[in-house]
C-alpha cells in the first residue's frame, strides 16, 4: 500500500514572495504519478501540477513547480511570487500507472496555505 | 460546460436514515469514483467504477453500495446512515483506464449524520 506524507499542517507567506510545500511518499513502485491539488475555500478539487515519475525534469505550471526526488521520494511544490488567490489546502497525491489503477489517488493529509498582504 | 455535477450539496440524517448522493457528468468519460474527506485527512476512495457496467471497492467501501446508472451517472447510497459517515463526499470523472488520466471534481456533498 502506498503512503502519502504531509509533514507541515500549516504554512504562510507573504504576498509575492516563494514558498514550498514538502510532501514525500513511500511506495514499492516504479511507475507512477504525483500530483499537487488546490482546495480553495469553495471545496473544488484543482490541480496544480503532475508529475510522471519516469521524467527525470522536474514539472512546471507558470508559478508552479515541483523538486522531485525519486530516490528520496520527495515531491516539493514551490509557488513563486504567491498571490492572496494561492491562499487553499494543497494536497500532495500518488496514482499507480497501469492497469486499473487510474484515477485511484492516494492523499496526503493536506497543508493549509495562507498569503498575506 | 458543467463538468462533474454532485447533488445535494448539503444534507443532514439522522442515525440509520438512508439517502443517495447522485453525480453526473458530461465529459464522455468512462470513469468515474467517490471520494470521501474527513477533517485532517485527504480524501480516500470508497468506490469507483473504471468503465459503464462495472463497479469495484476502493479503500473505504464499508456502508455503502453504489450504482452505475449510465455512462454519465454514478450514485452513492447510504444504507443505514451513522455518524462515523459524516464527511464531505466528492465525486470524480476521468478519461479511459489505460491511458494517463487526470481527474475532474465536482463541488462536494456536505454530509451529516446525527
Known amino acids: 500500500a502506498q503512503t502519502v506524507t504531509q509533514s507541515q499542517p500549516e504554512m504562510s507567506v507573504q504576498e509575492a514572495e516563494t514558498v514550498t510545500l514538502s510532501c514525500t511518499y513511500d511506495?514499492?513502485?516504479?511507475?507512477?504519478?504525483l500530483f499537487w491539488y488546490k482546495q480553495p475555500p469553495s471545496r473544488q478539487m484543482i490541480l496544480v501540477i503532475r508529475q510522471e515519475a519516469y521524467k527525470q525534469q522536474n514539472a512546471t505550471e507558470n508559478r508552479f513547480s515541483v523538486n522531485f526526488q525519486k530516490a528520496a521520494k520527495s515531491f516539493s511544490l514551490k509557488i513563486s511570487d504567491s498571490q492572496l488567490g494561492d491562499t487553499a489546502m494543497y494536497f500532495c497525491?500518488?496514482?499507480?500507472?497501469?492497469?486499473?489503477?487510474?484515477?485511484?489517488?492516494?492523499f496526503g493529509q493536506g497543508t493549509i496555505l495562507t498569503v498575506h498582504p | 460546460n458543467a463538468g462533474v455535477t454532485q447533488t445535494p450539496k448539503f444534507q443532514v440524517l439522522k442515525t440509520g436514515q438512508s439517502m443517495t448522493l447522485q453525480c453526473a457528468q458530461d465529459m464522455n468519460h468512462n470513469s468515474m469514483y467517490w471520494y470521501r474527506q474527513d477533517p485532517g485527512m485527504g480524501l480516500r476512495l470508497i468506490y469507483y467504477?473504471?468503465?459503464?457496467?462495472?463497479?469495484d471497492k476502493g479503500e473505504v467501501p464499508n456502508g455503502y453500495n453504489v450504482s452505475r446508472l449510465n455512462k454519465r451517472e454514478f450514485s452513492l447510497r447510504l444504507e443505514s446512515a451513522a455518524p462515523s459517515q459524516t464527511s464531505v463526499y466528492f465525486c470524480?470523472?476521468?478519461?479511459?483506464?489505460?491511458?494517463?488520466?487526470?481527474?475532474?471534481f465536482g463541488s462536494g456533498t456536505q454530509l451529516s449524520v446525527l
Open positions: 497525491a500518488f496514482m499507480r500507472a497501469g492497469g486499473t489503477s487510474y484515477g485511484k489517488l492516494t
Open positions: 467504477s473504471a468503465s459503464e457496467g462495472t463497479t
Open positions: 511506495t514499492s513502485e516504479n511507475n507512477y504519478y
Open positions: 470524480a470523472s476521468s478519461e479511459e483506464a489505460g491511458q494517463f488520466e487526470k481527474l475532474f
